[in-house]
């Protein structure tokens, strides 16, 4: 099937097969056994499966190639056999499809491999994209239709699936991510962000399975409708909640009559290619079909077209032409900086950090990023750059660099939707890079720029963005996805420089293209520069200037542009200059020592001395501050070294725990809460806070025994693989002060309760990501009562609720690591 071929028949309701997990179990599948193994010794059950499936209306049916890649199939020892045991997989699919009535298309299956990226992980992205590379291309062979990339949870890990999809076949894509209760993957992705990356990046369909019942995934819809542009969208929802039945087997609280009810919701907010997961057979999918027909999709209202959006993995910044003004924060930039190229040349990317931090704090909503400079890799600088910024900001960034090479590593390593800075109408930009940008679903600045150097006049100008723009629409690039820099040239040197600058914006601005420009060139070589570039920046306000490359905590700057945004009358430009003008008077305020407050207030007539004057007591500084900041910021390298520089200095180790590294790992722990801070900083702050740990240990076991502190065993139950949250709850009780025991994955109750005697556990922590795996816990519960131990059980994991938790007599639930921290200090008394 090409994609155009795709799009044609998904101008109709398609239906998608229901759940195959839940449904093998029941007819005998059990836990901790390779499914692609057990199907191919049971192909009868299987193939029984589908031909209900695809006799209940299916027109999309996945094969069950889930987990069928190299990592996964290494834990049974099969990653030898990946080509044979999906050829044979797909065979079973494509002879059911044989026996329909209706057309029915076979998709090729495939997840998250268990495995996590760097930083949070191990893995390097092209081993990962090879990995993928390896699954897709065996499904190709086997005769897939199109490709499903399902169940994901990481949007970084989505796009190496797609990247693969791309570089080794044309097939359709389609998309769907799982969602927490609160509207984001486990790494902190929303709706809407994962919509704008994934169909730039080339997906034919996107949506969301598994995750929750019908009615909540309606937001996750909508936000994804609202801002896709061209591509349907899918709902596979689950079967309302996981419960126990009457025999202690995992079911779902609801049937198919209530689920297709709900479905309307999900229709109703546009999606259009249904199915169903966890819990939902072929009779569910049966009243889908007679609920909805298959009739024409209707056309669902999106948001008024000319919108532009750039995004992180955590967030996404949308713009108009018709929208206020904004700031791309130009600080991360070594030239001129000579302890950013100092730090930078030793590994450290703390001023980096710093900036980025700053420029987010003074209002910039986009950051750009260059790496630019002498004695350094400069690839490597700028991934390794990208990782550290993703820890500490959620804005989406622009990457800067002027050499190609390092611009498609950083569009390939980025995960999200990049602005690229920037294509001219030099060959080798036009010719290599333009395609690239295309390729990873990418913004562009267009440089007006050739092969010549900077043109002569204003009409050459032209010529070039035309011919940029040209090129880039035979790329399938559209009006949206380019920004035209003004080209800015110093009026010191030509008094036209201004003029011709603000000609081109009024020309992009009439051609409904939006435009930037970087503000310090027009004052070069004049005295007073800032009332320049102030004053410019006014007048290119006024020709329709969507953006300026700048410092964003020059506040004349800053506040001149906002003030023109509001004389302009654009919507809501009066309470942004209001508020910004609050700030500023705040900081004016934070930044007043008391003694300059004491001698306003006539308290001292002067100050003791000019040292006096400019110190502020009330800023605490010095190198408990500095490894507070580490905790915070996730500063895994440094941090060893501040904490040895601590001691050195004669700081306690029992203080510097509980004043310093257990209040800051309190502090992520509630911003994580808040929804500030999301599984990538959490896993970064934790790694950080154990690094410190291991320095004062041995130094924290002279003073107290650690025999005192409580023991908790920790593992994924009997049947599960999964231990990415297991392992992070793990990490924070060791920070905590408990002596966790790390059991691993897979782990039968017998062990697990054996462990917890040995070892006198106060606490067993029990995890299951699968609802096929979730009642292990209730026999290891029950399993404990026959046993007579008295430690307290806690369980979690994605599909685990407090209602299961009461369900099955746990002691308690956490929903996050965090939260997990909480509940066994009350469980302890700590």
Request: hydrophobic share 40%.
């Amino acid at each position: 099937m090409t994609k155009s071929e795709f799009k044609d028949i998904a101008k109709q309701y398609l239906y998608l097969d229901g759940a195959t997990g839940s449904n093998l179990v029941r007819a005998g599948m059990p836990s901790g056994v390779s499914p692609e193994q057990w199907i191919l010794e049971h192909p009868d059950v299987m193939l029984d499966l589908q031909r209900q499936y695809v006799a209940a209306g299916t027109n999309i049916l996945y094969a069950p190639t889930f987990t069928a890649n190299r990592i996964k199939l290494a834990e049974y020892g099969l990653e030898g056999q990946l080509e044979d045991i999906i050829r044979k997989l797909t065979a079973i699919s494509r002879q059911a499809a044989a026996e329909a009535l209706q057309p029915v298309y076979i998709a090729g299956d495939l997840t998250m491999t268990g495995a996590q990226l760097k930083p949070m992980g191990n893995l390097e992205l092209e081993q990962l994209i090879t990995v993928y590379k390896e699954q897709i291309a065996a499904m190709e062979q086997a005769g897939v239709d199109l490709l499903v990339i399902e169940t994901m949870m990481s949007l970084a890990e989505t796009r190496a699936a797609l990247i693969a999809a791309k570089e080794v076949c044309d097939l359709p894509v389609m998309v769907t991510m799982t969602f927490e209760a609160d509207g984001r993957t486990l790494y902190g992705t929303d709706a809407k962000t994962a919509a704008v990356v994934l169909e730039s990046l080339g997906a034919s369909a996107i949506g969301v399975n598994c995750s929750t019942g019908p009615a909540h995934m309606r937001q996750i819809v909508a936000d994804m409708v609202s801002c896709k542009k061209n591509v349907p969208i899918i709902a596979k929802p689950n079967a309302g909640l996981p419960c126990l039945d009457d025999s202690g087997d995992t079911c779902y609280n609801m049937n198919a009559d209530e689920f297709a009810e709900e479905m309307k919701m999900l229709v109703e907010a546009g999606a259009s290619l249904l199915g169903g997961c966890c819990g939902t057979t072929p009779e569910f999918i049966r009243r889908l079909h007679d609920t909805f027909g298959t009739g024409p999709v209707p056309v669902i209202k999106r948001k008024a077209d000319g919108i532009r959006m750039l995004s992180s993995e955590r967030q996404t910044v949308e713009f108009g032409l018709e929208d206020g003004f904004f700031i791309v924060g130009e600080r991360i930039n070594p030239t001129g900086k000579k302890l950013l190229q100092a730090q930078l040349r030793e590994g450290n990317f703390n001023k980096v950090l710093q900036f980025a931090e700053e420029q987010e704090k003074s209002g910039a909503r986009i950051l750009d990023v260059n790496m630019g400079m002498s004695g350094i890799d400069e690839k490597a600088v700028m991934l390794q750059a990208l990782d550290e910024i993703s820890m500490v900001t959620n804005l989406p960034l622009s990457l800067d660099s002027s050499h190609v090479d390092v611009l498609e590593a950083a569009l390939r390593h980025y995960p999200g939707r990049a602005l690229v800075n920037s294509v001219s109408m030099e060959k080798e930009k036009m010719d290599i890079l333009l395609p690239l940008v295309k390729k990873y679903g990418a913004m562009f600045i267009l440089l007006p720029l050739s092969d010549k150097g900077l043109p002569t006049d204003i009409q050459e100008k032209k010529q070039i963005i035309e011919t940029v723009l040209e090129r880039a629409y035979s790329l399938g690039l559209q009006d949206e996805d380019i920004i035209v820099d003004g080209l800015v040239s110093t009026v010191g040197a030509s008094k036209k420089a201004a003029l011709e600058t603000l000609e081109t914006i009024r020309y992009c601005r009439e051609k409904g293209l939006a435009s930037v420009c970087g503000l310090s060139n027009i004052s070069f070589g004049m005295p007073e520069r800032s009332y320049v570039n102030t004053a410019f920046l006014t007048l290119a306000i006024r020709e329709g200037l969507t953006m300026a490359i700048a410092n964003p905590s020059q506040e004349l700057l800053v506040s001149c542009a906002l003030a023109t945004d509001m004389l302009l009358n654009k919507e809501e430009a009066d309470i942004r200059y209001i508020e910004y003008a609050g700030t500023v008077a705040e900081k004016r305020v934070q930044k007043e020592t008391a003694l300059q407050r004491q001698m306003r207030e006539g308290v001292l007539q002067k100050p003791p001395n000019k040292a006096a004057e400019l110190s502020s007591p009330e800023s605490e500084t010095g190198i408990r501050v500095t490894i507070r900041n580490s905790v915070l910021k996730g500063n895994r390298k440094g941090i060893p070294d501040q904490v040895r520089e601590a001691l050195a200095e004669g700081e306690e180790p029992s203080v510097l725990l509980n004043e310093v590294l257990l209040p800051a790992i309190n502090e992520v722990g509630e911003l994580f809460d808040k929804g500030k801070y999301f599984l990538p900083q959490l896993i970064a702050s934790g790694e950080a806070m154990k690094n410190a740990v291991e320095i004062l240990e041995p130094l924290l076991l002279r003073e107290t025994d650690s025999r005192d502190k409580p023991v908790v065993i920790i593992a994924t139950v009997e049947g599960d693989i999964h231990d990415i949250g297991k392992n992070l709850v793990a990490l924070m009780l060791k920070n905590y002060g408990f002596r966790v025991i790390d059991l691993g994955k897979d782990v039968p109750k017998e062990e697990i309760i054996r462990a917890a005697r040995e070892n006198h556990a106060q606490i067993i922590a029990l995890s299951a990501l699968m609802t096929t795996t979730m009642r292990r816990m209730k026999e290891v519960i029950e399993y404990a009562g026959r046993e007579g131990l008295t430690a307290k059980i806690m369980i979690g994991g994605a599909v685990i609720t407090q209602d299961y938790a009461d369900e099955i007599g746990a002691d308690g639930y956490s929903a996050d690591a965090a939260e997990a921290v909480k509940l066994a200090r009350r469980l302890t008394g700590r």
